[in-house]
């Protein structure tokens, strides 16, 4: 995608992940039409519900159409040579078919490990990628593998830091390796969303009962004055004693607002401790303090 020289009339994106969606986004400000087809039963299969529903709204707004629970069945050339390529995919019991001048494939990435004899080298892996430890240690002391090829989190920052991980254990400094756990995400869309923690669908398979608060870009002074995403939610999820597990955002700015959030779950921080923290007026950071204090 990156390499074509024209803007496509038609556009066809199969998979509705964040790469997916955020070509979706581009193509359709530049004047493309836009469809998504997505096998799971909604966008953003790995984001919290609220957040993929909302997002797939304002989507649909922008006038690109999102097909989900659809998984693709064929694509082919049309018999003519105008280059035009047909989409056939299932949903509801039927087959539909779209057309398009360009399918982008967007249904995920696989570490290509076949070449590379990790059996012979002893080195553990999976179809997902190298077996690690929490330094990203393979089987093998003294062998790390970092970034997608281990399959644990396909992010560049996330590669980043299991690299400084790595670096640490190999210095024997463990007070510079840095913390795996809660690495945010965001997604380039427009709007932005981002996400940090657990879904509140996870949190209450660990943890049973949890604490949900939000806070709504409408009710923003700054949101409204920059006329930011007027259906923006920021969303909470922690435990019944206020422990923050999960925080999720969808409007302007998410994938900044995001790391107040981070931080405070990194360190165990609770509803009062973002609560209580003071910010300043009028910013999109009062959305994080508004829905602590629902």
Same mark, same amino acid.
């Given at each position: 995608?990156?390499?074509?020289?024209?803007?496509?009339?038609?556009?066809? /994106?199969? !998979?509705?992940? /964040?790469?997916?969606?955020?070509?979706?986004?581009?193509?359709?400000?530049?004047?493309?039409?836009?469809?998504?087809?997505?096998?799971?039963?909604?966008?953003?299969?790995?984001?919290? !519900?609220?957040?993929? %529903?909302?997002?797939?709204?304002?989507?649909?707004?922008?006038?690109? *159409?999102?097909?989900?629970?659809? $998984?693709?069945?064929?694509?082919?050339?049309?018999?003519?040579?105008?280059? =035009?390529?047909?989409?056939?995919?299932? %949903?509801?019991? &039927?087959?539909?078919?779209?057309?398009?001048?360009?399918?982008?494939?967007? /249904?995920?990435?696989? $570490?290509?490990?076949?070449?590379?004899?990790?059996?012979?080298?002893?080195?553990?892996? *999976?179809?997902?990628?190298?077996?690690?430890?929490?330094?990203?240690?393979?089987?093998? $002391?003294? @062998?790390?593998?970092?970034?997608?090829?281990?399959?644990?989190? $396909?992010?560049? #920052?996330?590669?980043?830091?299991?690299?400084?991980?790595?670096?640490?254990?190999?210095? +024997?400094?463990? =007070?510079?390796?840095?913390?795996?756990?809660?690495?945010?995400?965001?997604?380039?869309?427009?709007?932005?969303?981002?996400?940090?923690?657990?879904?509140?669908?996870?949190?209450?398979?660990?943890?049973?009962? @949890?604490?949900?608060?939000?806070?709504?870009?409408?009710?923003?002074?700054?949101?409204? &004055?920059?006329?930011?995403?007027?259906?923006?939610? /920021?969303?909470?999820?922690?435990?019944?004693?206020?422990?923050?597990?999960?925080?999720?955002?969808?409007?302007?700015?998410?994938?900044?607002?995001? #790391?107040?959030?981070?931080?405070?779950?990194?360190? +165990? +921080?609770?509803?009062?401790?973002? %609560? %209580?923290? @003071? #910010?300043? #007026?009028? *910013?999109?950071?009062?959305?994080?303090?508004?829905?602590?204090?629902?």
């Amino acid at each position: 995608m990156l390499s074509l020289d024209h803007v496509p009339e038609r556009l066809c /994106v199969i !998979g509705g992940g /964040v790469v997916g969606l955020e070509f979706a986004s581009v193509f359709r400000s530049f004047g493309s039409e836009v469809t998504v087809v997505e096998f799971a039963p909604e966008i953003l299969p790995a984001f919290d !519900g609220d957040i993929a %529903r909302r997002l797939r709204t304002a989507l649909k707004k922008r006038g690109i *159409t999102v097909h989900t629970g659809s $998984p693709v069945t064929a694509i082919h050339a049309a018999s003519t040579r105008n280059g =035009e390529l047909h989409v056939s995919f299932e %949903r509801k019991g &039927s087959i539909s078919e779209i057309i398009a001048d360009t399918v982008l494939m967007a /249904v995920g990435r696989s $570490p290509r490990l076949q070449d590379l004899n990790l059996e012979g080298a002893g080195i553990a892996h *999976t179809p997902r990628g190298i077996t690690v430890d929490e330094h990203m240690q393979t089987s093998v $002391p003294g @062998v790390y593998a970092v970034g997608d090829v281990n399959g644990l989190c $396909p992010l560049a #920052h996330a590669a980043t830091a299991q690299s400084f991980a790595a670096l640490a254990h190999m210095l +024997g400094k463990p =007070e510079l390796a840095p913390n795996l756990e809660h690495i945010p995400a965001a997604v380039f869309t427009v709007p932005e969303c981002a996400t940090v923690g657990l879904t509140e669908a996870k949190a209450k398979e660990i943890h049973g009962e @949890v604490v949900v608060r939000k806070s709504h870009y409408r009710s923003n002074g700054r949101a409204l &004055s920059c006329d930011a995403t007027p259906d923006g939610l /920021v969303k909470i999820v922690c435990t019944p004693d206020g422990r923050l597990l999960g925080g999720h955002i969808i409007g302007n700015a998410a994938s900044e607002l995001i #790391h107040e959030l981070a931080a405070h779950i990194h360190h +165990g +921080g609770t509803l009062s401790d973002l %609560r %209580r923290m @003071v #910010h300043a #007026h009028p *910013t999109l950071s009062e959305l994080l303090a508004q829905a602590a204090g629902e």
